[in-house]
């Protein structure tokens, strides 16, 4: 008989979580406004609000911690992780910062100036912010395959060549970089193929753009080249990295993600002139170049976390776990994002609460009723992000309506995963029961889904 799956690690720490009544839970949601971000996370069984910051160190890691040098200037930490940097990636200048939106802050306030374009595949919500608060357009190229939710594309994160180049002849001069995201976290943690990366370079550099790779899940992106591209399955994660990293110019990155720790980030780039520009502005936001945002103990577990994050086994025990809710889903017939992400299940609201009119935010709804039913905090990446049109204040239902259940790296079990399914199909299956959203009571300007108060209808 053939072994069955198993995880790559064992647990050494536990740290013990609290189911809650459906009473406690009504309470404490009413107490939240409806909405998850201003509950506790005491009042949470199973968190899948996010899998930024929120995973499982290793004992390795956590040894690396005790050898944190934490010399203002020039530690030996610094060069650790700077030497992990340039042998993953292949990029020889390595600026440490606070977590991902820093490296953007300081790498684009050396790039972006004012009136410029910048396209991208689906830009994440900070590296739009920063775009946009620096007077520039970002402009979505990502593939139109992504946005139907039920077609089963394996690189539905790609970049739509003829979009992205359609922006190139448009704006000729005036398109500073290209951000490739890998994975394409918006629209459902979805892979790009080595051959879209290599065509999207190729494709930026005949116009003489430069390409930025936003990093956050490089090695689940590598992880799907293995396992879904010709030609690549009998490579390691590290000679795919080494290939995806040698098209483009520069990286930043969210470490909180695929760097397995809880805080971090950083920029790398060949261009001599970019690492001597984005200096400038490291020192006053970040803090000086050989710590940047990060003390020397996070450092040092960062280039461990980097280390063990780019084998095989890892990313299979983690994506495993991904699939294996997705399978549970297609058991109970709940439509969600196909195929599964990396990081993520984006379950369709739309399609489960039919019943409920977008005007009251049926991913919202959704968020809630799972979260009553089980603990299960998941969030809304739907109408309520999607947010006002900034001119005409109207609310934007152009795009798609999810709840977006994040699994945490080396945190939950399977057991877990059964129970989040579980709660899912207990709610789906009473969908026609479900008549009635959310309304909005108060709103802040900008980013309201962080503080959004809701009431029931
Ligand atoms: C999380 C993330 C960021 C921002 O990183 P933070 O560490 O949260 O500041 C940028 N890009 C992508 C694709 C991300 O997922």
Same mark, same amino acid.
């Given at each position: ?11 050494? /720490?536990?740290?013990p ?5 459906? #009473? ?12 998850v ?6 009042? $949470? ?11 499982? /160190?290793?004992? +390795?890691q956590? =040894?690396?911690? *005790? ?7 020039? =530690? ?12 993953l990636?292949? *990029? ?16 684009f306030?050396?790039?972006v100036? #004012? ?20 007077? =520039? ?40 970089? &290209? ?7 918006t629209v ?9 990366i290599?065509?999207t ?6 116009y003489? $753009? ?21 030609g %690549? @399955? ?9 290939? &995806? ?5 520069? /990286?930043? *990155?969210s ?7 809880? /805080? ?6 060949n ?6 520009? @984005? ?40 994506i ?12 109970y017939?709940?439509?969600?994002? +196909?195929? @599964? ?33 089980a603990g ?16 005409? +204040?109207e ?21 877990h ?10 709610? %789906?299956?009473? +969908? ?5 959203? $959310?309304?909005?009571?108060? #709103?802040?300007?900008? &980013?309201?889904?962080f ?7």
């Amino acid at each position: 008989m053939e072994l069955p799956f198993a995880e790559s690690w064992k647990i050494k /720490m536990v740290e013990p979580i609290r189911k809650s009544t459906r #009473e406690e839970r009504e309470q404490w949601l009413k107490e939240a406004h409806y909405n998850v971000f201003q509950l506790k996370a005491e009042q $949470v069984y199973i968190d899948c609000l996010t899998d930024s910051g929120t995973g499982a /160190m290793s004992d +390795r890691q956590w =040894a690396e911690m *005790m050898l944190g040098d934490e010399s203002y200037a020039g =530690a030996t930490s610094f060069y650790k992780f700077e030497a992990v940097v340039q042998r993953l990636f292949g *990029m020889k200048y390595v600026i440490p910062t606070h977590q991902g939106r820093a490296a953007e802050n300081v790498l684009f306030s050396y790039l972006v100036k #004012e009136g410029q374009v910048i396209p991208g595949n689906a830009h994440f919500d900070t590296t739009k912010g920063h775009i946009e608060s620096r007077k =520039a357009k970002a402009i979505d190229v990502t593939c139109d395959e992504a946005h139907n939710t039920q077609l089963e594309v394996p690189f539905k994160g790609n970049v739509g060549l003829e979009k992205l180049e359609r922006v190139l002849t448009e704006n000729k001069g005036n398109v500073p970089f &290209m951000v490739l995201t890998v994975t394409n976290n918006t629209v459902g943690g979805q892979p790009v193929s080595m051959k879209n990366i290599r065509e999207t370079c190729e494709l930026c550099h005949k116009y003489g $753009v430069p390409v930025v790779m936003d990093s956050a899940r490089f090695a689940e992106n590598a992880y799907f080249i293995k396992t879904r591209e010709e030609g %690549y @399955a009998d490579k390691t994660i590290k000679e795919i990295t080494r290939e &995806m990293y040698s098209h483009v110019d520069a /990286m930043t *990155m969210s470490a909180k993600k695929d760097g397995l720790v809880n /805080m971090g980030g950083f920029i790398a780039t060949n261009n001599k002139e970019w690492f001597e520009g @984005a200096k400038l502005f490291c020192i006053p936001f970040e803090g000086y170049v050989t710590y940047g945002g990060m003390s020397g103990r996070d450092l040092n577990a960062l280039a461990q976390g980097l280390d063990e994050n780019t084998e095989f086994d890892m990313l299979h025990t983690r994506i495993h776990q991904v699939a294996f809710l997705a399978s549970l889903l297609d058991e109970y017939g709940i439509p969600y994002q +196909r195929p @599964a992400g990396g990081h993520a299940i984006f379950v369709d609201a739309d399609r489960v609460l039919t019943h409920v009119p977008k005007e009251e935010f049926p991913a919202q709804t959704l968020t809630c009723e799972l979260y009553l039913e089980a603990g299960i905090r998941g969030c809304e990446i739907g109408y309520m992000l999607a947010d006002r049109d900034p001119v005409t +204040r109207e609310n934007r239902f152009g795009g798609l309506d999810l709840l977006r259940l994040c699994i945490a790296r080396r945190v939950y079990t399977d057991n877990h995963i059964r129970v989040i399914a579980a709660a899912l199909k207990n709610v %789906y299956d009473r +969908r026609e029961s479900i008549t009635r959203g $959310v309304a909005i009571e108060w #709103e802040a300007p900008l &980013m309201r889904h962080f503080t959004v108060q809701l009431k029931r209808l």
